[in-house]
């Protein structure tokens, strides 16, 4: 059975970094193009950062030179590292596959993450 589960939200305030980490169970992981979706309060999820197989990475204009998407095959983990965070960044952060084949049905309970002074 495929499990996600994400880790490393809380509250930072604006300008501060966190780093999340999205766990994949029971997966070819390192085959998968992996993305990260932000769920904003009262909007529609939206995938933010992607990294397929071979490491190419891109970003929705909204965080793009601030976060980085990584991966760790050999540990089946999906890593975002958020630089210089607003308070718009704050959503729920939830990790998947890309490719709509290999979505996992269940997705995670998401890290919170919320920008605040």
């Known amino acids: 059975q495929v499990q996600l589960v994400e880790s490393g939200g809380g509250l930072v305030q604006p300008g501060g970094s966190l780093r999340l980490s999205c766990a994949v169970s029971?997966?070819?992981?390192?085959?998968?193009?992996m993305g990260w979706y932000s769920q904003h309060p009262g909007k529609q999820g939206e995938l933010v950062a992607v990294i397929t197989s071979g490491g190419s990475t891109n970003y929705a204009d909204s965080v793009r030179g601030r976060f980085t998407i990584s991966r760790d095959n050999a540990k089946n983990t999906l890593y975002l590292q958020m630089n210089g965070l607003r308070p718009k960044s704050t959503a729920v952060y939830y990790c998947?596959?890309?490719?709509?084949?290999?979505?996992?049905?269940?997705w995670g309970q998401g890290a919170q993450v919320t920008v605040s002074s």
């Open positions: 998947n596959a890309v490719w709509s084949s290999n979505r996992i049905d269940r």
């Open positions: 029971g997966s070819i992981f390192s085959m998968w193009s």
